[in-house]
Every structure is written in structure tokens, then in C-alpha cells.
């Protein structure tokens, strides 16, 4: 590795050239490569349907590949589910649940979620890896956040199965039944993670559907829940696209529906399970404000607001996609975060270094440049730093946005991806009403060094989380969900039972 710190040109202004200088500085280092090695994880060739604990082949024969998006190559062929597939995989819930689950005893239930929290940990170092060969995000997250945070939601989980009568108070509750859940690409294990734990410990029994880029983890989840002997019929999976999910939502022996995805698909959901008597939660998209303060420690802000939105490729539905800065601190602010985006290093996902990886698909490639387009054409001003993206594969530059307003798409619709907008304020209320001027909820991030506005602005923001000096945190004790079109139900928590329980 080569170090080499470049001198300034003598003739620049000063401001400039303390830019140029760090920029030049960032790229003088030279990271040689550092694979993860991948030869002790076995993917097969083709999965077939998890069903009451076996793997079933699908009833029509149909496949469809999943490829890795960092290099366009075919990893497997996982089975399409039908309808009847569907059917299948209910009624084998349904029998579970009425012959097995809801008789066991909680401690049991508990005692079989912790053998899968643990199976997890053993086989952490295979799951990262297709997490992020199937998905495109960085091994460092798969490795260092996925992974383990999938681990500890169902050890949390597994703990919580034999306290239930303690959750609300003293009153009983009761499981609902069998439980239809459908999750997004962003994070497929940690998503499984956090609908499969808590319906499990409720005492119910479960139907999963991956999304459709995304499948793997879930085929090696599938997996781990054999290994962890947890009796036939309790989860099944069941792959496909949309039209799996569709048949899910409408199987009219389905108790409850837990969806993440899109506003667009929740929508729909919601429609269609208007007046059955199912229950729903809904976890759907967002446009998060991180509010950045004069009086906050600005460089770790800086650093926030980086892992705010460049994090998972800004594939996060809580990402903090507008950056609300006080118009004091606008440009120091913009100089430190331009300096910091030009370290980022972007590219192979296996790599231990890489910061971005790619984005998940061709179509939400062209929907993040789609956006883009927009937000230049509207007259906003678009800046990456200098950055070699891989010749396969979808890439994407590190984008920040100055010079945003309100009424600019890349200020009100999601574009999940790593693309900031940035707008300014001058007072309190006016960060505040500009927070809350979407029609999302989902969160928020407040930097400030005074505790005080911090709790108060959190009163304020119309957003289910608010990090305060922060950014991204999770944990599995901690509910999270949306206001308004960001959906209702928490996960996570205590609050997360009452979405898998009837409480009297
Ligand atoms: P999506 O298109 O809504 O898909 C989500 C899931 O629903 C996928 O498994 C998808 O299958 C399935 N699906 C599609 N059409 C369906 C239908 N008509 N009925 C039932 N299921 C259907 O969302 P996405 O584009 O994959 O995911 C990104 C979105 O998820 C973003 O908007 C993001 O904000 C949101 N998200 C929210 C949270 C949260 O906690 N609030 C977390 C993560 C992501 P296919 O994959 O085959 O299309
Ligand atoms: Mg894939």
C-alpha cells in the first residue's frame, strides 16, 4: 500500500484547496484487494419449495434464477410458487399449529427459537456470504449487522415465548394462527428474522415469501430451521414473485398478514384484505430527515449522515435520504461530507474494504437513475465524487444533491438508493415542518449538542424513530415502524408481541 499526501497548488482559494488537498490525499490510498473467501459455502444449483418441513418441487415445474447483481452471473433457480403451491403450504401450517404449536408449551416454543438463534451464529460466516453474493451489499454489513442482528431478534424472541402472560399488563393473550408473511430485498435475512421470531414465540405458525432477487438466505434459513428439528409445518417458504404474495394475502385461511415492501404493494394489501377480519401490519417506505443543528459535533454528523444513506446502498426504507441542515453550517457541512463520500470505496460486495456494493437490480438501478435525471432536470445540483465503478454489474456513484426544494421528486419520493438531497432551514419550526412535509413516516435522525431539543424535536417529528446525534441503529428490543403512508404495527419490542397476539 502507498501512502502519498499531495501538497495544495499554491494558486487556488483557500477553501478550495483544503478540499482539493484531502480529496487528492483519499485517493493517494490504494487498497489492494481482500476477498472473502467463499469455497466452504455450498450453494445448490436449484431449491424447491419448503413445505410442512420437506422440499417440495413446485406443482406447475416452474423456476426462475436468482443472479448475483455485483457480477450479472445465474447463482441458483429457486421453484415458483402457484397458488395450489400456496394452498399447500397453508393447510401444513394450519396442521402444525392446531396439532403441535399452540399445544406445546411456551418454554418449548422458546427452547426451539433459541436452537435457531444459535444455528444462525454457527453458520454466520455462510449467511453473510449469500447475503451478499444474492443481495449486493457489503460483507462487512452482511457480516457485522445482518447476520448477527437476525441472530439476536430470535434470541430476543425466544426469551420472550414463556412471558407473554407479563407482556400487556397482566392481560391474557392468545396466538392468532397462522401467520402469511411477505418481505422486501433490502435485508432478506434480518426481514425473515424479524416476522418469523416474534410469530413463533406468540405461539403461531408461519408462511414466508422471500422477495424475488432475493431468495438464498431464506433457502439456507429453511435449512438451519430442519437442523434446529422444529417439528414440520411450523415454517414454511415459499418462493415466487408478486403473484406468491397475492395468493398469500388472499388464502382465506391466513389469520394475520405481515408485509414489508413498498407503499404502492401495501396499499393493495390493504384493499385487499379490507372486511375479512385478518389482521395486518404494514412496514412500508420512507423519506427520513436527518436534522442537522449548528451546535452539533459536526464531524460525527458528517459521519452519521454518510451512514445515514450510503449504508446498504441506500436500500434502507429508514435511510436518511433528505439531509435538513441549518443554513449556518450548509457549507462547512457539504465540504466535510464531499470530503468523506470521496473516501467511500465502492464495488465488489465480497470485498472486506468495500463501503457501497451494488445495487440489488437492473429495474432499481434505473429507477435511482431515473430520479437522478429528475432531480437535475428540476434544477438541483448533483455531485460524486471521482469514483471507478466495475465495468459489470450495478453500480452506482455516491450522489449528493444541493440546492433541493421541497417540491423536487428527489425531495419527496423514495429513491432507495445511495442518493442524498439536501435542503436548508433557519429555526426549530422550520426544520421541523419540512421534516414532517411528506407524506412518509417511517424516521428521523436530529444532530444537536442540547439534550433537551433533541427530546423535543422528537415530540415533533411525525416519524415511528427518531435518532438523536445517530443514525441507523437497531435493536431487537426496540419497536420500529411508520406514521402515516409509512404503515402501522411496530416490530420489534414488547410492541412487536401484539402484532402475532389477540390480547384481551
Ligand atoms: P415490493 O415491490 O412492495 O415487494 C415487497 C414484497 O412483496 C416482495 O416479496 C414482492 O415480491 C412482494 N409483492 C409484490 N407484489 C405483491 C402483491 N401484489 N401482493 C403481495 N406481495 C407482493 O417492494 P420492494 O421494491 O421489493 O422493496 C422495497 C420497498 O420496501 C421500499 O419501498 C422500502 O421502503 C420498503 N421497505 C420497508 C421496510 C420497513 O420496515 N418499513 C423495510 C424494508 C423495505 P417480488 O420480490 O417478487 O416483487
Ligand atoms: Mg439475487
Not at 456 to 475: P, R
Amino acid at each position: 500500500m502507498t501512502i502519498k499526501l499531495v501538497e495544495p497548488k499554491a494558486t487556488a482559494a483557500g477553501d478550495r484547496r483544503r478540499g482539493e488537498r484531502r480529496l487528492e490525499f483519499a485517493h493517494a490510498w490504494d487498497y489492494a484487494p481482500a476477498p472473502e473467501a467463499v469455497d466452504h459455502v455450498k450453494i445448490l444449483p436449484r431449491y424447491e419449495l419448503f413445505i410442512d418441513g420437506k422440499w417440495q418441487a413446485p406443482e406447475k415445474g416452474r423456476y426462475f434464477d436468482t443472479l448475483s447483481p455485483s457480477t450479472e452471473q445465474k447463482l441458483s433457480e429457486v421453484a415458483e410458487a402457484s397458488a395450489e403451491d400456496v394452498d399447500r403450504a397453508v393447510r401444513a401450517a394450519r396442521h402444525a399449529y392446531d396439532r403441535v404449536w399452540s399445544r406445546m408449551k411456551p418454554l418449548e416454543r422458546g427452547k426451539y427459537i433459541f436452537r435457531i438463534a444459535r444455528i444462525i451464529q454457527e453458520r454466520s460466516r455462510e449467511l453473510c456470504i449469500v447475503e451478499s453474493l444474492d443481495g449486493g451489499k457489503p460483507i462487512k454489513e452482511s457480516r457485522d449487522f445482518d447476520v448477527p442482528t437476525a441472530a439476536a431478534h430470535f434470541f430476543y424472541y425466544a426469551g420472550w415465548a414463556d412471558k407473554l402472560g407479563y407482556a400487556f399488563g397482566g392481560r391474557p393473550v392468545s396466538a392468532l394462527g397462522v401467520a402469511g408473511q411477505i418481505i422486501p430485498w433490502n435485508f432478506p435475512l434480518l426481514m425473515a428474522a424479524w416476522k418469523i421470531a416474534p410469530a413463533l414465540a406468540c405461539g403461531n405458525t408461519v408462511v414466508l415469501k422471500p422477495a424475488e432477487t432475493t431468495p438464498l438466505s431464506a433457502m439456507f434459513l429453511a435449512e438451519i430451521i430442519q437442523e434446529a428439528e422444529l417439528p414440520d409445518g411450523v415454517v414454511n417458504i415459499v418462493t415466487g414473485a408478486g403473484a406468491t404474495g397475492a395468493a398469500l394475502v388472499a388464502h382465506p385461511d391466513v389469520n394475520k398478514v405481515a408485509f414489508t415492501g413498498s407503499t404502492d404493494v401495501g396499499k393493495r394489501i390493504q384493499k385487499a384484505l379490507a372486511g375479512t377480519g385478518k389482521k395486518l401490519t404494514l412496514e412500508l417506505g420512507g423519506k427520513a430527515a436527518n436534522i442537522v443543528f449548528a451546535d452539533a459535533p459536526l464531524d460525527q454528523a458528517v459521519d452519521g449522515i454518510v451512514n445515514g444513506i450510503f449504508f446498504n446502498q441506500g436500500h434502507v426504507c429508514c435511510a436518511g435520504s433528505r439531509l435538513l441542515l441549518e443554513e449556518s453550517v450548509h457549507d462547512l457541512v457539504i465540504r466535510k461530507l464531499r470530503d468523506r463520500m470521496a473516501t467511500l470505496r465502492v464495488g465488489d460486495p465480497l470485498d472486506k474494504n468495500t463501503d457501497i456494493g451494488a445495487i440489488n437490480s437492473r429495474m432499481q438501478l434505473e429507477k435511482i437513475k431515473e430520479l437522478c435525471a429528475a432531480g437535475e432536470a428540476e434544477g438541483a445540483e448533483r455531485w460524486s465524487p471521482p469514483c471507478e465503478l466495475p465495468a459489470k454489474g450495478f453500480f452506482f456513484a455516491p450522489t449528493v444533491f444541493t440546492g433541493v426544494a421541497q417540491s423536487h421528486r428527489i425531495a419527496r419520493e423514495e429513491i432507495f438508493g445511495p442518493v442524498l438531497s439536501v435542503l436548508t432551514f433557519r429555526t426549530e419550526a422550520e426544520a421541523v415542518e419540512k421534516a414532517n412535509n411528506t407524506f412518509y413516516g417511517l424516521s428521523a435522525g436530529v444532530w444537536s449538542n442540547k439534550g433537551a431539543r433533541l427530546f423535543k424535536m422528537a415530540t415533533q417529528l411525525e416519524a415511528g424513530v427518531v435518532w438523536g446525534n445517530t443514525y441507523n441503529k437497531f435493536d431487537p428490543s426496540s419497536p420500529f415502524g411508520g406514521y402515516k403512508e409509512s404503515g402501522f404495527g411496530r416490530e420489534g419490542g414488547r410492541q412487536g408481541l401484539a402484532a402475532y397476539l389477540h390480547v384481551d
